[in-house]
């Protein structure tokens, strides 16, 4: 450990009987990586990585709506930032909220946003990252592309197996504060979740929804979020995508929290947890997945060979010593 | 090639090809270089064979074989690309993926489908639509493309706005890699990052794909269209953006720069289709002498017409709202809103309805245009709302100095939009025309990427964008490498594109 | 009717076009094959025409894999007539003897017997002349007349039960010559149709049964400038016209799909005819996801059948899969050969005059 010590040089610290790595550039990172390399040495529990040096924050671009920041910086403080622009993250989870900038961009869940109709987006427009093999990543910042493959990927939502996030371009929206809620009853927990895609697939932005059984019928709690008039719309489609599927309308709402872990979840996973009389609260409701509370931990799924291909070819030595 | 033809043969069960008709067929692609070959009587170097596997068993084995005897394999979906994205370079063995023609039933709780790659757009919109359902993925190849074609290429609709590019359809993707295993992606939840978001958009470098799980919708019950004239470009943007910010998700937003408005605003009401037509059999006659003469006159002095366009300054703005009636009405309003308080004049649903339902007809102009001794390309790349502006100006300014520049502004999201450019150009002989045509990408593309924009946002990058797309990729070139020796060790999927 | 009349012009479209046809033509799509698209068979027939490449084999079969269904042309908005055209093309086989064996043979045999089938159709003819005046003489076609003769019957009995009586005209044993037409020997089918012409002489008014029929004698016999002296109407058309004289009859408890047969639909412009006859004869049609003006094909035009009969037969199981993937749903259509197509490819079918008789004689 000392020789590790030395042949990091002042960008590591002795802390108890390990060391802390805090690089303040992708250049440090790099350069920290090739030693745990040469030394046949992984980040860990002994070894530890803090990215919170990587702490730069750019300047708020509010045509487009981004905002430039190091892995280091916490989730809160991009969001002040934003804020004071009138710009923000938008609605995210809990867990989201307590992360950093390279926690939330690597996330497999967290790192992606709901979007109209129901589908998913990266939260990041562009990142810059460091592969474990030393090398750097640094994607365009633009909305969309079709140039070659998205090597961003290698590195957004891959739980740092692959490589580190350094820096991302955060995708902002308006900061609005009309809020309202609604609660709607429906027959089955099935209808429920029916109403719920429905309502995702027609074009309604929830921030956040509660689905629980009472009485006999299941209720759903669903929190708008957003400009006024934007609010007004999706609230209208709400009550008739509810109402088509057999729902009723029951007031304003107040559905107390879920408790338990975050978890990302398949529609599946919430049918399972209310079929077994569970209550779950959604945070990033999307058709293709959502973030929520009150659902059962996954079994283990062993990563499947192309992902055990590409932590060989990036990650030979496992320097990074991490992996789903 | 003659070696490996036996085994071949055996593994796609007689499914193999070395008939001129086919190589000549699937060897070139819509590359408009390609139809200024063509012109000139050239063709580009055929494959050795054409094979049609019908199972991701049969394509793994196909692999096997050419990894063996170091054959190159291109995946071929319909051959609309526009890049010469599936030339045979380097010869080789052209894999046709039609045959993997399936359209699964819908799930409708799931909403989603399993389609194979060699299925073509307009016939699983179709399908699809039939069942009360739509992907919502419109390209204006949607006639001549199939899904693998689309996975392969990262391909964007006309409704992307909404609906999003293939990419975001996408749940799962399967198919075989350059080892010959084949694959299947994970679909969420799931840890580790996104391997079909890797592999998407590789051309047929990394992978074959053979089939996708795809989300779908309802089909809409209702659209609104809109249009606005601009006072300017700059304007149009601005609404854009402005809608965008408030939350509304138009399907389709289009704006036209005053060139192009010139084009669209031309548009006349659908008339009832007479056959015969005489105007057609007069086009097909008369017409291509007249234009042949007039193309080199005027399209030949690009730097005598382009200062012209200039003088226009209204542009169009297109917008549709789909989905439910009432919220797509809601919305419309709230667009109308936003364009009106940056000086939009109404100009109602007409123009809207008459752009959709000439989608695709932009594709019908081209042949004309080739017989009158032009070229015609198109050039897409996306930007930052920041750079938009500055993008659209420095491309007008210097391909303004080879070809006529259309631009229109689509494929809009919170953060930026997609430039479409068109550039048409001529000269006084086929070899001055094609140099012009080289020397017009180099300039154009390299102004778009130097203010700002990236190098495709739909077309792909295939022959044509190779170098820019490497350059563009900075020290990401040692991850695409990396990239390219695990899942193609031997280099023999559809080798020289992409720059690989 | 051609918009790029001359065939070097509309393959030179076709070659320069970036296949906005690409996916209608179910030759090409039952294939999988890249050449035999649209788009593909005319690049190679642009070749020919143009001198780069001579008609050999290879290219004679290229131009041959088309059932002249105007799927194509119908997506095009040139208005390119691919399949007339690649008939055209197909003279350059014959001159350069190296037509596909079906066409050859089809050319032979007809050449011989002034019919694709090698029969004397005078006496059989003979056997289904009406015994007394009929308001509508009928012109069945040499394809019923020797395949199928239970439809014949049930047009017979089908137009005394609409008040229509038709009967077989002595015209009927000539055959209409599409065969010349899609063997792409233009000037023997110009011989023969004036021909027809002659023997229609006599005849104010013809009902036409089947839709290939009646589209060569009512569209392709002006191409080659010959005009029938007669009016020429398909027996849907005629039965449609008669429709309110039907006998009460309840539909029959059936769940069909509907094919819009390409002669009688694209070629005729028959689209709402057969369907108002349908909708009164079963409880519920079921319509396919491309219709009417881009309906898909049965494989039975452009002498497929002769020339790729296992492709023939695959694109009318592909088509039967497209008006209806459930098995049990029987197939209707208003061309014989359609129908007869559909049974080849294993699937439940039956012509529209049968099933309209079927629904008629429970009363």
Known sequence: MKTLLQALGPVAQAVGDGLVLRPASERELVAVLAVLRDRQASLGAEVMLDRSALARLGAVQDRAMTLEAGAGVPVRVVESKANHARLTLGPLSPMAWEASVGELVEHPALAFRAVVPGRLEPIAAGITGVLADGHLVRSAVGPRHAAGPDLASLLVGGGGALGLVTAAVLRLMPLHDAEQRRLFSFGTFAQALEATREALSAGVTFARAVLRGRAGRTVGEYTLRGAAAQVDRELELLARCAEHVGGRFEGLGREAEVDGPEREASWADLASALGHGGSVELFRPALTSVIARGVAAHEFIPPGPLFKGLRAAFDRSHVLGRGP | MLEARGALEAVVRGRLSTRELDRLATGRDLWPLTLLWLRQGKVPPPPDAVVWPGTDDEVASVVRIARERRLALIPFGAGSGVCGGTLAVHGGVMVDLKRFDTIGPVDPVRRCVDVGAGVMGETLERRLAARGWTLGHFPSSIGMSTVGGWLAARSAGQLSSRYGKIEDMVLSVRGVLGTGERFETPERPFDGPDVAQVLLGSEGTLCVFTGARLRVHPRPEARVFRAFEVPSVERGLEAIRRVFREGLRPAVVRLYDPFDTTFVGRAKPASPRKAPSKRSALEATVLPGVLKRLAIETLGRPGLVNPLTRLATRSRLIFMCEGEAKHAAAEDRAIAAACLSMGGVDLGEGPGREWYRKRYDVNARLPRLMEAGTFIDTMEVSAPWDAVFEVYERVREVAGAYALVLCHFSHAYADGCSLYFSFVGSGRTEAEIEDRYQQLWRAALGAATSAGANVSHHHGIGLLKARAYQDSLGEGRHALATLKRLFDPDGILNPGKLGL | ?363
């Open chain 3, 1 to 363: 009717m051609i918009a790029d009349r001359r065939p070097e012009q509309a393959t030179s479209t076709c070659s320069f076009c970036p296949k906005a046809c690409r996916f209608a033509c179910p030759v090409s799509e039952a294939t999988h094959s890249e050449a035999l698209s649209a788009w593909g068979k005319m690049s190679a027939a642009h070749q020919v025409l143009t001198g780069a490449r001579p008609m050999g084999a290879d290219l004679a079969s290229a131009v041959h894999a088309c059932t002249g269904c105007g799927r194509c042309t119908a997506m095009c908005k040139h208005e390119n007539e691919v399949g007339l055209t690649l008939f055209q093309v197909r003279g350059h086989a014959v001159q350069a003897g190296v037509q596909p064996r079906g066409a050859a043979s089809t050319l032979a045999t007809f050449q011989q017997a002034q019919n694709p089938f090698g029969r004397e159709m005078g006496s059989l003819v003979a056997s289904w002349r009406a015994q007394r005046p009929v308001k509508y003489p009928l012109f069945p076609g040499c394809s019923t007349l020797v395949k199928r003769p239970s439809l014949l019957e049930h047009t017979l009995a089908l137009s005394e039960a609409f008040g229509a009586p038709m009967g077989v005209a002595r015209s009927a044993s000539k055959c209409c010559g599409y065969p010349l037409y899609a063997a792409g020997a233009m000037e023997a089918f110009g011989a023969h149709a004036r021909a027809v012409a002659e023997a229609f002489e006599e005849t104010p008014e013809v009902a036409v049964l089947d839709a290939g029929c009646a589209f060569t004698l009512v569209k392709l016999y002006p191409e080659v400038g010959v005009r029938l002296p007669c009016r020429v109407r398909t027996v849907i058309d005629v039965l449609h016209e008669n429709l309110p004289h039907a006998p009460p009859a309840p539909p029959l408890a059936e769940r069909v799909g509907y094919h819009d047969a390409c002669h009688l639909g694209r070629g005729l412009g028959q689209y709402d005819e057969p369907r108002a006859l349908l909708s009164k004869a079963v409880t519920a049609v079921v319509e396919a996801p491309s219709i009417r003006r881009e309906g898909g094909c049965a494989g039975g035009g452009g002498l497929l059948p002769r020339t790729m009969a296992e492709t023939a037969v695959e694109v009318a199981r592909r088509q039967a899969l497209e008006v209806a993937e459930e098995p049990s749903v029987l197939i209707v259509s208003g061309c014989p050969t359609s129908t007869r197509m559909f049974e080849r490819a294993g699937r439940r079918a039956i012509d529209l005059v049968s099933l309209l008789e079927r629904w008629v004689s429970q009363s």
